[in-house]
């Protein structure tokens, strides 16, 4: 709790929201010997640590374990049949969330960063109040301010939530047991993280998306593997439909989801996840103005200032940004370089990337091959299956594959690489290199020869950008 004071206490930075782009601008700015100061209403590190990506990837490493256990016998590795008690997996969860809690809090502590505990409100002449909780009543002065107020799941108003019949993220992320089964509303990232590791673990599964495809955002190669693994997994997707409201039955215990111009599905639970949206409810006083876009999001430019002088926002809240955590850091860099006069970098949002954690996983950065084609480009495409890949075959996990879209020079060979695909076995851990390859634009040329270990799963990346020379040693 901070010691209150007739005077305004004065920072350097005052960040409001402590999820990981409030955080971050705090971490990075007081390492640069930044006075700082950080205002959180609940605990820091935000929805991601508490409500989001930690607490799903935990639950979606129990489907992984399943998986696992379930397949041991063709290792020669026997074991009875397995059971589940997602009460001790929700326990794990806790912990991990605990721990990283405990630890990102002690990190704030050493940088001697002020935590305040509260909601705050943004005044004018860069004033922040406190107005409820622990730390209600103070007041601090900065010379800027980062809004990091993050977001909250989106909701549907034919479904009334009621953290039983109805979730969100929030609620689901909670259960101590799961239903037997569930309609999950949305076909993005989250909601087939979500269909994923329910299906794996025995609940009867049905995605319900508006969308004439489920991961909307990846390229159609990428989306294809997914759909022919959920339907080989009985994980069922309606595409097309709209959601009209449900039905509970009297004794409470499921629902009757209903759908437009289709049969009602009985379930025990509804996960809505159609996204997410800002906080910024109460976020200003009477005499501050910032742009806004139509869905509540600030507008910022591309070094994060906002339309007010020494104002910044970073993470959910802004314009445009895609909602990831890591893009979170990275705009709060570019913010506290700013702020440090050190001139930030700007962030291309259309090559930043991307991890989707459902079974099997997804990673891209940059173009697909759809977008790239229609923003003018004559593309090359090379793809690589993981069947083909020694190590996925040790392993026993061979579906999905390494796809590469690159620009196609005037003499038909491939030059700059414009995305990187990956659909299969530990994606979300291979994309460091494609990553690296689209944001430095790099040639298929220039890097086709860099040396990949034997065997590794990496190696299909490897492979891809050889194909795309011609000469591929294990790619026709």
Known sequence: MVEMSEQPITYDVVVIGGGPGGYGAALYGAAAGLNVALVERDKVGGACLHRGCVPAKEFLETASVWRTVSHAGEFGVETPDPSLDFSASQRRKQHVV?????GLSGLLKNRKITVLSGTAQLHPEHRVHVVDGEDAGAVLQARSVILATGSRPRTLACLELDGKLVVTSDEFLALEELPRSAAVIGGGAIGCEFASLMGDLGVEVTIVEGLDSILGSCDHDVKAVIARSFKKRKISVLTSTTVLGHTPKSDSKSTSLLLENRDPLEVEMIVVSIGRQPYTEGLLADGVSLDFDDAGCVKTDELMHTSAEGIYAVGDIVSGSPQLAHV??????????????????PIHYDRVPWAIYCHPEVAFAGLSETDATEAGY????????FGGNSRARILGDTEGMVKIVAEKQSDGSPGRILGVHMVGPWVTEQLGAGYFAVNTEANVLDIANFLQP??????TFGETLLALTGRGLHVN
């Open 98 to 102: 605990d721990t990283m809690f405990k």
């Open 328 to 345: 979170g850091f990275a705009e709060a860099i570019v913010a506290i370089q700013e702020i440090l006069g050190e001139g930030g970098t």
């Open 378 to 385: 004559d593309v090359v495409i090379q793809k690589d299956p």
């Open 454 to 459: 034997h065997p590794t799963l990496s190696e």
